[in-house]
């Protein structure tokens, strides 16, 4: 079947720039997170969606960042008047778990440049 | 502070021997360890986890030891194949909050060689 889905898979963004990250998860998933990856990192979370609910987002750096998913299923990471420090590469994973972090399945992320 | 750590970037291994790749992790209410195995310009993809009340878990080529007291986990490959290569993350989730989150190293490089 289908797995998770991001777009677009690369988006370049001049600093100050609002950019929207879009993700579907894979059908009927009910946990949905987003991740951060800076370049030589792993994946730092970002925020935790159980169906519609936005139960943790404990990992946003800053309210210049914000997340919804407003009907349970697909997800947009929204950054407003981006910095230089925002290029990374975000990831999605979905989980048919709830709230629980295991066996997670990841899209293949955006890879976000400001300039 | 890194909660999980690998502290090897890359490892090289001849194909058919074994590769070991390690992690630490410093939180004590981890309670559950992912390995996560990534190629370019894709996601993460789970290979294999352990729960904390076991000390080993084996599937395939794959095995994960874990030792609670020294905060240590590793990962076996045996034996080794060029496809194989690729970056491996360990993974660690809490044991409360909502979220409930995963942990990430930072990745080891892994290169098996034919």
């Known amino acids: 079947g289908a797995g998770v889905s991001q777009s677009p898979r690369y988006k370049v963004a001049k600093r100050g720039q609002d950019v929207a990250l879009r993700c579907d998860p894979i059908?009927?998933?009910?946990?949905l997170f987003w991740y951060q990856q800076a370049l030589g990192q792993g994946p730092e979370f970002l925020t935790y969606?159980?169906?519609?609910?936005?139960?943790?987002k404990s990992g946003l750096p800053s309210d210049r960042f914000f997340a919804e998913r407003p009907e349970g299923s697909v997800s947009t990471l929204k950054i407003q008047r981006t910095q230089q420090e925002d290029s990374a590469v975000y990831l999605c994973?979905?989980?048919?778990?709830?709230?629980?972090?295991?066996?997670?399945?990841f899209g293949p992320g955006t890879r976000l440049t400001v300039t | 502070d890194q909660q999980v750590k690998q502290n090897s970037p890359s490892l090289s291994v001849q194909e058919g021997r074994i590769s070991i790749l390690n992690c630490d992790y410093t939180n004590s209410m981890f309670d559950y360890f992912l390995w996560y195995k990534k190629y370019p310009a894709e996601g993460p993809t789970f290979l294999i986890s352990i729960s904390s009340i076991k000390d080993k878990n084996e599937d395939g080529r794959f095995t994960v030891f874990l030792n609670k007291s020294a905060k240590h986990l590793s990962l076996h490959i045996v034996p080794s194949q060029p496809g194989d290569s690729a970056v491996y993350f360990c993974?660690?989730?809490?044991?409360?909050?909502?979220?409930?989150?995963?942990?990430f190293g930072s990745g080891t490089q892994l290169t098996v060689l034919p």
């Open positions: 969606f159980q169906n519609e609910a936005q139960l943790d």
């Open positions: 059908s009927g998933h009910v946990s």
């Open positions: 994973a979905s989980s048919p778990y709830r709230g629980q972090g295991y066996e997670q399945y």
């Open positions: 993974a660690a989730r809490r044991s409360s909050g909502s979220a409930r989150q995963l942990t």
